[in-house]
T-cell receptor, first 116, second 113 residues
Framework: DSGVTQTPKHLITATGQRVTLRCSPR?????VYWYQQSLDQGLQFLIQ???????AKGNILERFSAQQFPDLHSELNLSSLELGDSALYFC???????????????FGPGTRLTVL | GDSVTQMEGPVTLSEEAFLTINCTYT??????LFWYVQYPGEGLQLLLK?????DKGSNKGFEATYRKETTSFHLEKGSVQVSDSAVYFC????????????FGRGTSLIVHP
C-alpha cells in the first residue's frame, strides 16, 4: 500500500459525459501527478500540482483539467468524453516539488475509466 | 526528445530461471534511470534506480547497471519466483527541469511454477 488513494476504482460512462477522478496523496506529500495508461499510448504524464499550484504540464488534452485543493487532495476532470479516453488513470504523489532524483513518486492503485 | 525502449513481452519463465529485461534510452541531458514494477490491479512501485553512470541499483534480488556507453539499463534477477509476475517499466528523468519520468511501454513477466 503506497498510501495514495484514488476514487472511484472503476467508472463507466457514455461519450459526451463529464467525470471527476479524485486522488488523496500520502500524508505530508505536497506534489500530485496525474498519468494516463492506455494500451496504445502506454503511460503518459498529464499534469503535476505542487502545493496547490500547477507545476508541470504534459500531454493533457484541453478537455481535461485538474486542480489541487488546500488539503492537498487533487481532482482530475474529464469532459466531452470520447471512446479513446478509456484508460487507467493513475495519481502519484511525492514529498517535494520534483526536480531531483531524491523526490520519489508513489503511485495510487488507479481509476479505470470505460467510455461506452 | 527523451525516450525509453524496452523489449516486448510477455517474457515467460519457469521458477528459478534467470531474468533479463532489456532497456535502452535516448536523453537530451544526463538522466537518472529507474525500474518500476506494476503488480496486477495495483499502481506502479519504484523497484530500483541509478543516478549516474556505472551506478548499480538493486532491490529484492533485482539489479540494473547504468551503462552510459551503451545507453542501457537492463534489469536482471538470478532466480525468479512466481510472485515476480508483473509488468516492469523502465523510465528516465532528466535533472534541471520538472524531472517527470518518461516511461517505456512496459514488459510483462510471467513466471510459472
Amino acid at each position: 500500500d503506497s498510501g495514495v488513494t484514488q476514487t472511484p476504482k472503476h467508472l463507466i460512462t457514455a461519450t459526451g459525459q463529464r467525470v471527476t477522478l479524485r486522488c488523496s496523496p500520502r500524508s505530508g506529500d505536497l506534489s500530485v501527478y496525474w498519468y494516463q495508461q492506455s494500451l496504445d499510448q502506454g503511460l503518459q504524464f498529464l499534469i503535476q500540482y505542487y502545493n496547490g499550484e500547477e507545476r508541470a504540464k504534459g500531454n493533457i488534452l484541453e478537455r481535461f483539467s485538474a486542480q489541487q485543493f488546500p488539503d492537498l487532495h487533487s481532482e482530475l476532470n474529464l469532459s466531452s468524453l470520447e471512446l479513446g479516453d478509456s484508460a487507467l488513470y493513475f495519481c502519484a504523489s511525492s514529498p517535494l516539488a520534483g526536480g531531483s532524483s531524491t523526490d520519489t513518486q508513489y503511485f495510487g492503485p488507479g481509476t479505470r475509466l470505460t467510455v461506452l | 526528445g527523451d525516450s525509453v525502449t524496452q523489449m516486448e513481452g510477455p517474457v515467460t519463465l519457469s521458477e528459478e530461471a534467470f531474468l533479463t529485461i532489456n532497456c535502452t534510452y535516448t536523453a537530451t541531458g544526463y538522466p537518472s534511470l529507474f525500474w518500476y514494477v506494476q503488480y496486477p490491479g495495483e499502481g506502479l512501485q519504484l523497484l530500483l534506480k541509478a543516478t549516474k553512470a556505472d551506478d548499480k541499483g538493486s532491490n529484492k534480488g533485482f539489479e540494473a547497471t547504468y551503462r552510459k556507453e551503451t545507453t542501457s539499463f537492463h534489469l536482471e534477477k538470478g532466480s525468479v519466483q512466481v510472485s515476480d509476475s508483473a509488468v516492469y517499466f523502465c523510465a528516465l528523468a532528466v535533472s534541471g527541469g520538472s524531472y517527470i519520468p518518461t516511461f517505456g511501454r512496459g514488459t510483462s513477466l510471467i513466471v510459472h511454477p
